[in-house]
């Protein structure tokens, strides 16, 4: 039997069965994603795939007794296929970065005055080869970067978190704006998905995992709502890509 997110009530006794399901409510799960606000969540989304790349540091300094980091922090990449069954295509983020203002670095999703990380955050979209971020995928990707400021005196606990390194992952909390459902069907009533399917998957660095699914969420342009730190996010490839102690 197969149990998927998009109808967590419901077992399905085939592919054949699930993807007609998708495509009948195609439309309600589209309208559904575009109404929440997507974080992380509690799957562990398992890969073979590990990061190899550590926060860089000055060499002979312990940046935790200072009290303010600059941070360079990989919030999203794109074409990579999440646990939420999204990828996240190339300029997702353009929109965006340009529009949105007073963006927050919070802690696990939380919009409260005690899990605010940092409010000086300024977001932009970086080209990036997988292996420098870590990652052994071949090309590039694009990173939703927030270069950011940790003050010690709004967030001792992830200001540590941060100093110490323990901080592996990010999630950007988000608005779906555009998306649409890829479908990996032969069936005369999926051609729109089967379409949308050809179009990206060779795009797709893990597209294994899409394939074994057989379907996925293809997201080509979303709003920012924030970026958070995260013990495991949705989308593993988002590591610390460089924090320094501020110089006094």
Known sequence: ????????????????????????????????????????????????????????????????????????????????????????????WNKST?????????QEHQMKFNSIISDNVVASVKKMTWKSLGFDFEGSTEVLIFDTEIDKNRNEF???????????????????????????????????????????IEKIVNKDVAENQGYFWAVTEAKIVEGSAVVKGSNYATPVISIQAEKS
Do not use: C
């Not at 559904?32 to 398992?46: G, L, N, P, Y």
């Not at 340009?98 to 919070?106: A, T, V």
């Not at 901080?167 to 949308?196: P, Q, T």
């Open 98 to 106: 340009k529009e949105q203002k007073n963006i927050l670095l919070l």
């Open 1 to 92: 039997m197969i149990v998927v997110k998009e109808f967590p009530d419901k077992e399905f006794a085939s592919k054949e069965d699930l993807f007609k399901a998708l495509r009948e409510n195609k439309t309600t799960l589209i309208a559904q994603k575009k109404m929440i606000t997507k974080e992380a969540d509690s799957v562990i989304f398992s890969t073979n795939v590990e990061s190899k790349k550590e926060a860089s540091k000055e060499e002979g300094e312990d940046v935790g007794s200072h009290v303010k980091l600059q941070a360079k922090l990989a919030i999203n990449t794109t074409n990579l296929m999440d646990s939420h069954s999204d990828v996240h295509f190339d300029g997702i």
């Open 158 to 200: 992830m200001f540590n978190q941060y100093s110490k390194g323990y901080v592996k992952e990010h999630s950007v909390g988000m608005r779906y704006v555009k998306l649409e459902l890829a479908i990996n069907s032969e069936s005369k009533w999926d051609e729109e998905e089967k379409a949308v399917w050809d179009k990206y």
